[in-house]
């Protein structure tokens, strides 16, 4: 927590300069969540809305618009004025969409790159009473099924389906043939999909499985985050088992803007959220979503970059773009 500070802080000397807005804000500010209500990125975005209001002095409202794999959000943002007054809650969507879809996407940098907020882990998981007590022995069931293992995710190219590929692909499987995908939609049918038995494991958003795991009708394989889960000190991260491309995968959330935002008001939220980062109420929330704050904690412009490259490249990897 410490560096983490501590790079927000060094962030906002560089950033902030003397220059901040003196006018700004003098309305309302509108926060685009590009998801449906109730969902992570939803509680996300209202969790940031609840924290940064009083420090910013204004309303903070959040406008659920969702459809088209978030894209609809994210062009209603690319396209509106850059004044401060209309930012987006960002997800790993506005970097992986584009990598797959560039055709019907938003461009993954047609932003004001503002700030990192959350990783939101995803997690292997199987059944309880599943004969898997680690990693390994499931890839060891799934080389001995020839295919016939399953795996429940909302879509081959989604990030949920990503997850099983990569970690497929790492250890040295088509990642498209190794496994079956069984799809489903939303994080909830996922999960019911393993409870009920209709597949074998599934690699996904912490916040829908953990209540799963803490009454025992799950196990946690491993979690793709860059750091281990509070709740689940127990369970090794992809990265630390040496899983190359699975150990590049998380969720996640971060504040954009449309492109060419003001300098002085990029840096005043900058601001807000250096108070964010250490906001007891903040730090409460992401727990309670199983999210870890990133606040400060990396160059979102370059972040965002490198997560684009990411599933661009597994895609092409995989087969779904020409090399």
């Known amino acids: ?189 996922l999960a019911t999909a393993l409870l009920g038995g209709h597949v074998d494991f599934v690699a996904m958003a912490a916040a829908s499985l953990m209540p799963h795991i803490e009454s025992g009708d799950m196990k946690a394989l491993m979690v793709f985050a860059p750091e281990r889960v509070d709740s689940l000190p127990d369970v090794a991260t992809a990265d630390e088992l040496g899983y190359e491309k699975a150990g590049q995968i998380t969720g996640w959330s971060a504040l954009y803007a449309p492109k060419d935002m003001p300098e002085d008001v990029v840096a005043k939220w900058q601001d807000i959220l250096g108070q964010v980062a250490t906001d007891e109420k903040w730090l409460e929330l992401a727990a309670r979503r199983g999210s870890i704050s990133t606040i400060g904690s990396v160059e979102m412009p370059d972040y965002a970059k490198s997560q684009y490259e990411l599933f661009n490249g597994l895609a092409k990897d995989f087969g779904y773009l020409p090399q």
């Not at 927000?8 to 509108?30: C, D, H, M, N, R």
């Not at 002095?57 to 659920?64: E, F, I, K, L, Y």
């Not at 992986?96 to 019907?104: K, N, R």
């Not at 879509?155 to 496994?179: H, V």
């Open 1 to 189: 927590m410490k560096k983490i500070i501590g790079t927000i802080a060094l962030t906002l000397l560089a950033a902030g300069g003397p220059a901040l807005a003196q006018s700004y804000p003098e309305k309302s500010v509108t926060l685009v969540v590009p998801y449906g209500p109730g969902g992570a990125s939803d509680l996300a975005g209202r969790a940031l809305a609840e924290t940064a209001q009083p420090i910013l002095g204004q309303p903070v409202t959040v406008m659920n618009k969702p459809g088209a794999g978030g894209m609809n959000g994210a062009r209603f943002v690319s396209d509106a004025d850059a004044d401060g007054y209309t930012l987006l809650l960002a997800r790993v969507g506005m970097a992986l969409s584009p990598a797959v879809t560039p055709e019907s996407a938003v461009p993954w940098d047609a932003y004001t790159f503002v700030s990192a907020l959350e990783a939101t882990p995803m997690i292997l998981a199987v059944r309880g009473d599943a004969p898997y007590e680690n990693v390994d022995d499931l890839i060891n069931a799934v080389k001995d099924s020839n295919g016939a293992m399953t795996y429940a995710a909302s879509g081959a190219t989604a990030i949920d389906g990503f997850t099983t590929q990569a970690l497929l692909a790492d250890n040295d499987f088509d990642p498209l043939t190794a496994a079956t995908l069984v799809p489903y939609k939303g994080g909830g049918a």
